[in-house]
Nanobody
């Protein structure tokens, strides 16, 4: 069965860095895109970044562009989200998800499997 396991969240001071990991299993990793999303309490889930595991294309939300970097280790079936220059407003729960096909998009409706969230807290 398809599983996505997000990890790497924690507490960091503003300006610091964290690296999130999304370990995938139960499907052919190279055939799908993986996205990172985040959600604050009472707010809608928003797309952060995605990567196409077939061709390496990436996309970033404007709010994280230049600060976050997504990468993929196809040998380990794992996608990473390197988060630098973290801000207090980055304090939310982060989720990884599998795109229902090839490519890279932050359209939530295009994702079919979701991992559990990992909490990121940035103190000011």
């Amino acid at each position: 069965d398809v599983q996505l396991q997000a990890s790497g969240g924690g507490l960091v001071q503003a300006g610091g860095s964290l690296r999130l990991s999304c370990a995938a299993s139960g499907f052919t990793f190279d055939d799908y895109g993986i996205g990172w999303f985040r959600q604050a309490p009472g707010k809608e889930r928003e797309g952060v970044s995605c990567i196409s595991n077939s061709d390496g294309r990436t996309y970033y939300a404007d709010s994280v562009k230049g600060r976050f970097t997504i990468s993929s280790d196809n040998a380990k079936n794992t996608v990473y989200l390197q988060m630098n220059s973290l801000k207090p407003e980055d304090t939310v729960v982060y989720f990884c998800a599998r795109l229902s096909g090839l490519g890279c998009t932050l359209s939530i409706s295009e994702y079919d499997y979701w991992g559990q969230g990992t909490q990121v807290t940035v103190s000011s």
